[in-house]
């Protein structure tokens, strides 16, 4: 099992340019999460999947845009990257049951707009 | 969301039992509280949950008093391994389950 992946694992971006995130899991996990991290902080949370075909906004959407077509994979998409998106990001999978819900995060992509 | 409320910092020694203490007075009745590790330039991992009194895995403790207004993290004998941002987070257990990050306790594990 390879758990959580994320393509690429860094990227460089001028001001303007598009591109999109990859994460896969293979736990057949329900729920789905992208969350970014910026330097000495917490993370959070961009938007989420419930499942496939759903997506929802989290606490920092602006910017960005996601899909889930096949419930193992989650996308997230930079339209038009702004410096502000500078950040380390993380996409992060569970199964959504009652009790411990732990999450599995993938090891994250740092992107750098220029 | 329950807000949590977390020391920023705290050092310890190889060997010492190590707690973390968390305050989440907002606490709601289907609320968790969950503890996750990050090491640097990884994704944080899944420590510990309870809903109330103890809890207790191969990695860690949690204890959580009858009002659930706080918890403590217990790491028995650190090692260096240790050295990591700990974070506690309260998790509805219904909805997106999406986890709330504030920034966290640096634990730095000396020799």
């Known amino acids: 099992n390879a758990g959580v992946t994320q393509t690429p694992k860094f990227r460089v971006l001028k001001t303007g340019q598009s591109m999109t995130l990859l994460c896969a899991q293979d736990?057949?996990?329900?729920?789905m999460y992208w969350y970014r991290q910026d330097p000495g902080m917490g993370l959070r949370l961009i938007h989420y999947?419930?499942?496939?075909?759903?997506?929802a906004k989290g606490e920092v959407p602006d910017g960005y845009n996601v899909s889930r077509l096949k419930k193992q994979n989650f996308l997230l998409g930079l339209e038009s990257a702004a410096p502000s998106q500078t950040s380390v990001y993380f996409c992060?999978?569970?199964?959504?049951?009652?009790?411990?819900?732990?999450?599995?995060f993938g090891p994250g992509t740092r992107l750098t707009v220029l | 969301l329950a807000k949590t409320t977390q020391p920023i910092s705290m050092d310890s020694y190889e060997g010492q039992e190590v707690n973390i203490t968390c305050s989440h007075n907002?606490?709601?009745?289907?609320?968790?509280i969950t503890w996750y590790q990050q090491f640097p330039s990884q994704g944080p991992r899944f420590i510990i949950q309870?809903?109330?009194t103890k809890v207790t895995n191969e990695v860690a403790s949690l204890f959580i008093p009858a009002d659930r207004k706080s918890s403590t993290l217990s790491l028995p004998r650190v090692s260096l391994s240790d050295t990591a941002v700990y974070y506690c987070?309260?998790?509805?257990?219904?909805?997106?389950?999406?986890?709330?990050f504030g920034s966290g306790t640096r634990l730095q594990v000396q020799p």
């Open positions: 999947s419930v499942g496939e075909g759903t997506t």
């Open positions: 736990m057949n996990h329900e729920y």
């Open positions: 907002n606490i709601a009745t289907n609320d968790y």
């Open positions: 992060a999978s569970s199964s959504g049951g009652v009790g411990v819900n732990e999450q599995f």
């Open positions: 309870g809903y109330k």
């Open positions: 987070l309260v998790v509805p257990n219904t909805g997106r389950r999406a986890l709330t």
